[in-house]
Nanobody, 115 residues
């Protein structure tokens, strides 16, 4: 059974940093693409970052230069390092793992950016 779990969310002041983790079990982690999405209240879920199979990362324009996505296949973990956080970054952050036509989502972790 595949399980995807996000962690690391919390409350942070504007300009601060948070480190989110996504851990997956029940799969050969290195064979899956790992994406991060977020959803703020009243808004659609949006893509923000992807850790590709080759180890590179892609980012949405809204987080480019502030967020860094990296994967450790040996630990079945993807890290989303979020710096220079803004109030508009507040959302529930989700991890999505996928390959071909198969995908799994985690339950999400809440990020609140407020002074």
């Amino acid at each position: 059974q595949v399980q995807v779990v996000e962690s690391g969310g919390g409350l942070v002041q504007p300009g601060g940093s948070l480190r989110l983790s996504c851990t997956a079990s029940g799969i050969i982690f290195g064979n899956w693409v790992i994406d991060w999405y977020r959803q703020a209240p009243g808004k659609q879920r949006e893509f923000i970052a992807s850790a590709t199979l080759g180890g590179s990362a892609n980012y949405a324009d809204s987080v480019k230069g502030r967020f860094t996505c990296s994967r450790d296949n040996a630990k079945n973990t993807v890290i989303l390092q979020m710096n220079s956080l803004k109030p508009e970054d507040a959302a529930v952050y989700y991890c999505n793992i996928w390959r071909n036509d198969e995908e799994y989502w985690g339950q999400g972790t809440q990020v609140t950016v407020s002074s």
